[in-house]
């Protein structure tokens, strides 16, 4: 079993009881999508799930989740594979005047 570790923008942290980094177990055999990493994630805190993704699951459009450099919005969507080590970073918009 391998990892995928999730960063947490500061905005998001209460919604995960502070937590900065998050981590899924992944099956090493077989690279799960993004989605399912989010379904975790979403599971263990609800809060930061809804936060993320609307009620029909689609990633709301003031969240971006990149894998690297790459917005999941630019690849497969939350179909994107992601194998075991790589880094997610959630990015959320935050508008102000």
């Not at 379904?39 to 003031?62: S, T």
């Not at 630019?74 to 508008?95: E, K």
Request: hydrophobic content about 40%; cysteine-free.
């Amino acid at each position: 079993m391998g990892e995928v570790i999730v960063d947490v923008p500061q905005v998001l942290a209460a919604s995960v009881d502070g937590a900065r980094e998050l981590r899924v177990e992944v099956d090493d055999g077989a690279d799960p999508s993004i989605g399912a990493v989010l379904d975790v994630l979403a599971e263990r805190h609800p809060r930061f799930g809804r936060k993320i993704r609307n009620e029909l699951g689609e990633v709301r459009r003031y969240a971006n989740v990149f894998i690297g450099q790459d917005n999941i919005r630019d690849l497969a969507g939350q179909d994107t594979p992601i194998p075991a080590g790589t880094r997610v970073m959630i990015v959320q918009s935050v508008a102000g005047g």
